[in-house]
């Protein structure tokens, strides 16, 4: 899950308020307070193919971005001054006595103001019966109520008067790309997507971002309640361990956090160990389809995300992962969902792990199969910068085992730059695995990691020629035929 930039919801400081002529020409201030109507704080946003979220465009953006927006004088700023926010605009108001208010904003609901953060309905600074009910300057050009609002006025025996009333908008009051449009250089990208694990908001800024990198850090804490650390990622993912070098931008050094993904509870140190909220989806797919009682080897099984749903679905697991530190938190993780003794956890390399206990429970629990008990193996391999490679750990896995009934079902992530990067893993895997894989595999668009980057997931049977080591004839490769499994995800499959 990727959140996007939003903002605390809170009170706005008034002024006074003034009276004018319901043929009062409105001031242009107005024209873009109902910009961006209905974005919740923080809330999450479930991303298929975009990493980044891109800023709404209205007509009123294109008529005057700067009508409401911090004042010219924050930008540039890199040490946070809240102060220098502060700013008065102007806003039209009814003056309605506070008995009716209740009655009248249901007929009113779509001339009132809408946009989030602004409360639609304050108190009279001036008569104590009386309050004044904000209304959205879209809904009444030139500072006149349209015909249907006079009519509901009318039957509650209010004036059609409009009247002006000065808002002072704090810090507070701003959004949270609002204050980085302001700060940041004039016609760059002021935005960028980040991740929330637990309490830690997880950020890749671009170079142009870092010299205001504490500001964007303090300012994400400041409008997304909950989190309390904000990290900036300064390398790339080490591909030994899969984690990688960062930076506390603002709060709290604490890494430890605890998240809950698909229904289960994970602890972990998301400084130590790998962990990608962008992945919940494809975490549930893979669980979905095992049933009770079937077998799971996770070779790069880091915190368990695959391992520990499945183990809580009644599945036997063995997970392995190369960090000691994913090791750790596999096992506490283990305990914490109770499933400690469905899944046999490990500490080696994944190509080790293929060797020895896969081979080892492989050759027994295919012959082990009957007609009454008949569970599927699957094998997942989530490392898509090398897990191609390992793939030919399977070249006569089983060599000299007798052959059983079944065969397991492998699960293999890889990236691709190709520009048909669902035939380009498939390639690559028939290449390491030395054998076709013709008609028994098929391809899964996981996520759009970066331009031109794919995360794709192979999953095939695992040649019998392959596992017991008989020889399999050269075949032609033909072209991967796309077919559509559901809006989100797409498949592509060889056909048969």
């Not at 249901?106 to 304050?122: A, D, E, M, S, Y």
Request: charged share 25%.
């Amino acid at each position: 899950i990727l959140w996007r930039f939003g903002f605390s919801a809170r009170l706005l400081k008034t002024n006074h308020f003034r009276t004018a002529a319901s043929n009062t020409s409105f001031p242009a201030v107005w024209m873009l307070l109902a910009q961006y109507p209905g974005r919740i704080p923080g809330s999450f946003a479930k991303v298929q193919r975009n990493s980044f979220f891109t800023m709404p465009e209205t007509v009123e953006d294109k008529a005057d971005p700067e009508l409401y927006s911090p004042p010219p004088r924050v930008r540039g700023m890199t040490q946070l001054d809240r102060e220098a926010f502060k700013r008065t605009i102007v806003v039209p108001v009814l003056k309605v006595q506070k008995e009716i208010i209740g009655s009248l904003l249901k007929p009113l609901k779509h001339t009132l103001l809408q946009r989030p953060g602004l409360k639609r309905v304050i108190e009279d600074p001036d008569d104590e019966n009386s309050r004044l009910v904000m209304l959205d300057p879209h809904k009444i050009p030139e500072f006149s109520l349209g015909g249907s609002e006079q009519e509901v006025l009318k039957q509650f025996n209010i004036p059609p008067v409009v009247s002006k009333y000065d808002l002072e908008l704090t810090y507070e009051s701003f959004k949270l790309e609002e204050i980085l449009r302001a700060v940041l250089p004039e016609g760059q990208e002021v935005t960028s997507g980040f991740s929330r694990v637990g309490h830690i908001a997880h950020l890749n800024l671009r170079d142009h971002q870092l010299p205001y990198r504490y500001l964007i850090g303090q300012v994400i804490i400041d409008k997304n309640p909950g989190v309390t650390s904000v990290v900036n990622k300064t390398s790339i993912i080490d591909s030994t361990y899969r984690n990688f070098e960062m930076e506390v931008l603002a709060g709290e050094s604490n890494l430890v956090t605890k998240v809950k993904e698909n229904n289960t509870t994970y602890e972990l140190d998301f400084s130590k160990v790998y962990w990608n909220p962008r992945l919940s989806t494809e975490h549930g797919r893979i669980v979905e389809l095992l049933k009770p009682g079937d077998v799971l080897f996770d070779v790069f099984a880091g915190v368990g995300p695959f391992a520990i749903p499945a183990a809580k679905k009644k599945c036997r697991v063995f997970a392995n992962d190369l960090n000691p530190e994913s090791y750790t938190w596999l096992l506490h993780n283990c305990k914490l969902n109770k499933v400690g003794d469905k899944i046999k956890a490990f500490n080696m390399d994944g190509r080790d792990f293929l060797l020895g206990p896969v081979r080892e429970e492989l050759s027994k629990g295919l012959l082990l199969q009957t007609e009454e008990q008949k569970p599927s193996f699957h094998i997942v391999m989530n490392l898509p910068a090398l897990a191609l490679e390992f793939l030919a750990a399977f070249r006569h896995l089983l060599a000299g085992a007798a052959r059983g009934a079944a065969l397991p079902t492998v699960h293999c992530y890889a990236f691709s730059k190709h520009p048909e990067p669902a035939l380009d893993v498939w390639q690559r895997a028939e290449a390491s695995l030395g054998a076709s894989l013709r008609a028994c595999c098929s391809v899964h668009a996981v996520r759009n990691v970066a331009p031109n980057k794919e995360m794709m997931c192979l999953s095939f049977q695992l040649p019998a020629d392959v596992l017991y080591g008989r020889p399999c004839p050269a075949e032609e490769k033909p072209a991967c035929k796309r077919q559509r499994t559901s809006k989100d995800s797409s498949e592509e499959t060889l056909p048969s």
